[in-house]
């Protein structure tokens, strides 16, 4: 029997209710109460914030965040910039999201950071490259405004800059690591020096399936189905999981990594994530490689814990090995 031609659109995707592909390719988007977290969406009153655009032909923009650590008493205190990239499996997601701009604003009073959290263009309308390329354009950005833009040009030093991303932005922070961090590609950025990068639980994929991803249970905030789901939606159109956007040791990448130079990375872990495996297979391979790369691990707990619970025990402790990350990285880069 064949469809009836005549039959209403239904849905065929579905991403946690924000992003709806209809049968007849329309797309639908919606603010879902996933925005908000479990516990209830609760920043940091101690922490100032602003928002700016830095692509307007896309309608792209980002938010900055000043911490209380800025005023510092007497002449303005200089502090680390984080470029942060949320998660939303390249398909849905906003800094303007209430769960995001409390775990930014988190970031940058534990960090002592200033913290500049963007969107970028998501898919299926934007399929990959276009997040890559929407980060890059990013911190091009903060090198074009580092002594313009009032907060940044009072606070942010730009020779400790480090990029930082949850899943989605975890894949982020790995290409602007690979595409910025190496010799005259750093010299893009200028007065900005990329000194370091954090991936939590970035969303790496592949062929076969791993022994977490195997293992996860139905009905985990992020299990195969909607992997899967956000695979399909945000690779090119026909492209396989291997593809070289998602997975770093893709046989199709070219160049490979093997003669990128990258920065100080640290991976964050989550115990309890579908993403377990790939993570740790990323900080081995790499760690072959003789990449300056390590992980924390974090038992016990499942994907994107730190946007949704961003006030618990495992974020404070997930803060400070961050933070530690960023003094260790930035002291050797003084010697």
């Given amino acids: 029997m064949t469809p009836?031609?005549?039959?209403?659109?239904?849905?065929?995707?579905?991403?946690?209710?924000?992003?709806?592909?209809?049968?007849d390719g329309t797309v639908v988007r919606s603010t879902p109460p996933i925005a908000a977290a479990p516990e209830g969406v609760r920043a940091d009153p101690s922490v100032?914030?602003?928002?700016a655009v830095y692509d307007a032909a896309h309608g792209l923009g980002l938010r900055i965040y000043k911490p209380a650590a800025a005023a510092g008493g007497g002449a303005a205190k200089k502090?680390?910039?984080?470029?942060?990239?949320?998660?939303?499996?390249?398909?849905?997601?906003?800094?303007?999201?209430p769960i995001f701009h409390a775990a930014c604003s988190r970031l940058a009073a534990g960090l002592d950071a200033v913290v500049v959290s963007a969107d970028y263009r998501l898919a299926p309308e934007h399929r990959l490259p276009a997040a890559i390329d929407d980060a890059a354009a990013v911190l091009l950005w903060l090198r074009d405004n580092i002594t313009t833009q009032p907060w940044l040009a009072e606070h942010a030093d730009a020779a400790r800059t480090f990029v930082a991303g949850e899943s989605a932005g975890g894949v982020l922070a790995h290409h602007m690591n690979a595409r910025f961090f190496s010799g005259t590609a750093s010299e893009q950025l200028r007065a900005v020096r990329l000194r370091g990068f954090v991936q939590m639980m970035p969303f790496f994929a592949g062929g076969e399936p791993t022994p977490s991803e195997l293992a996860c249970p139905d009905g985990?905030?992020?299990?195969?189905?909607?992997?899967?789901?956000?695979?399909?939606?945000?690779?090119?159109?026909g492209a396989a999981a291997d593809h070289p956007f998602l997975n770093p040791f893709s046989l199709d990448a070219a160049p490979g990594l093997?003669?990128?130079d990258v920065g100080p990375t640290l991976v964050v872990v989550a115990g309890d994530d579908i993403l377990r495996d790939r993570n740790l297979e990323y900080v081995r391979r790499m760690r072959e490689m003789g990449k300056p790369v390590e992980a924390v691990e974090f038992k016990?707990?499942?994907?994107?814990?730190?946007?949704?619970?961003?006030?618990?025990?495992a974020v404070d402790e997930m803060v400070r090995a961050v933070k530690g990350f960023m003094d260790k990285v930035s002291a050797q880069a003084e010697l």
């Fill in 48 to 51: 100032e914030w602003k928002d």
């Fill in 79 to 97: 502090l680390p910039v984080v470029v942060y990239f949320h998660g939303g499996g390249f398909c849905i997601g906003s800094y303007a999201w």
């Fill in 4 to 23: 009836d031609a005549h039959a209403p659109p239904h849905v065929v995707e579905d991403c946690r209710g924000a992003l709806l592909v209809l049968s």
């Fill in 258 to 260: 093997e003669g990128v």
């Fill in 220 to 237: 985990a905030f992020l299990d195969r189905d909607m992997a899967g789901r956000y695979v399909r939606l945000s690779l090119p159109a």
């Fill in 300 to 313: 016990g707990q499942g994907h994107a814990f730190f946007t949704l619970r961003p006030w618990s025990e």
